[in-house]
């Protein structure tokens, strides 16, 4: 069962924010409300660009961390190549 999922989020100052959770819905609604991450507070509203689900929480938390190593632009190829 996959309940462990990686998300990105496009902030309204077009910034990328990456993050994990066990419920997307949830997750970015809260981001919206300003009681997510420190870092979305004054960046809303957020939309949801991308998600990865997996098996366990640490395949989620080794992806979660891959993702923010990335630079920008390879971020938004990641972006890209999910609307595709």
């Not at 819905?25 to 939309?47: C, F, I, L, M, N």
């Amino acid at each position: 069962m996959t309940d462990h999922y990686v998300y990105v989020l496009q902030c309204a100052d077009d910034t990328l924010y990456t993050g994990y959770t066990t419920n997307v819905q949830r997750r970015v609604a809260e981001h919206d409300s300003g009681e997510g991450a420190k870092y979305t507070r004054g960046r809303t509203p957020v939309e949801l660009v991308h998600v990865e689900s997996f098996d366990t929480r640490s395949d989620a938390m080794s992806r979660e961390y891959e993702i923010k190593q990335l630079s920008r632009a390879a971020k938004e190829s990641l972006v890209e190549y999910n609307d595709s």
